[in-house]
T-cell receptor
């Protein structure tokens, strides 16, 4: 299957600093990527939909000024957690769908996730 | 900080037994569903999918059943192995409007396989 790579796999940062997480589709192009957050022993919650060349669409309750998303190319989306606080500590996961996929009924490929710990 | 929320249901089985994991979905208009396996510290891994015009689909050792009347999905794993131990999520895919292509994940089930 297609490969989606996230970097870094884990990061520890001090409270008040910003952290950038990258999501790359390695062998396909994606006009749309999705960012999820997952707390321990809970399900994945969609944060935002990242659209190449346009602004991201955020889910209700997700602060767009805190979670900055940039989708600069068909293979790269970034999520920046600004002024991180301990409550932002979580597992962040991205996914992408092949631009050549047949509509919505195609598999979305997930990155391996990024464990963010804010101290 | 962790948010307070429901803990995932668990299923414990012996190696070699069959496992059945259930999932309820919410949107009767959803027409595509996916089962994912997530191992600790990793992203979800695709297992099997099913379209709403089907009620059953089989893969290697796995079968997905879809009951649209009660909005229920199940994942059956035959001859469960220790390597199947993971968290299993169902997801429904949004097909229309501003939600196009979004996945809504179910609660998830922790499967533990004992040797």
């Amino acid at each position: 299957g297609a490969v989606v790579s996230q970097h870094p796999s884990w990061v520890i940062c001090k409270s008040g600093t910003s952290v950038k997480i990258e999501c790359r589709s390695l062998d396909f192009q994606a006009t749309t990527m999705f960012w999820y957050r997952q707390f321990p022993k809970q399900s994945l919650m969609l944060m935002a939909t990242s659209n190449e060349g346009s602004k991201a669409t955020y889910e209700q309750g997700v602060e767009k000024d805190k979670f900055l998303i940039n989708h600069a190319s068909l293979t790269l989306s970034t999520l920046t957690v600004t002024s991180a606080h301990p409550e932002d500590s979580s597992f962040y996961i991205c996914s992408a769908r092949d631009i050549l996929g047949q509509g919505v009924n195609t598999e979305a490929f997930f990155g391996q996730g990024t464990r963010l710990t804010v101290v | 900080g962790e948010s307070v929320g429901l803990h995932l249901p668990t299923l414990s089985v012996q190696e070699g037994d069959n496992s059945i994991i259930n999932c309820a979905y919410s949107n009767s208009a959803s027409d595509y569903f996916i089962w994912y396996k997530q191992e600790s510290g990793k992203g979800p891994q695709f297992i099997i999918d099913i379209r709403s015009n089907m009620d059953k689909r089989q893969g290697q050792r796995v079968t997905v059943l879809l009951n649209k009347t009660v909005k229920h999905l199940s994942l059956q794993i035959a001859a469960t192995q220790p390597g199947d131990s993971a968290v299993y999520f169902c997801a429904e895919v949004h097909a229309g409007g501003t939600s196009y292509g979004k996945l809504t994940f179910g609660q998830g089930t922790i499967l533990t396989v004992h040797p």
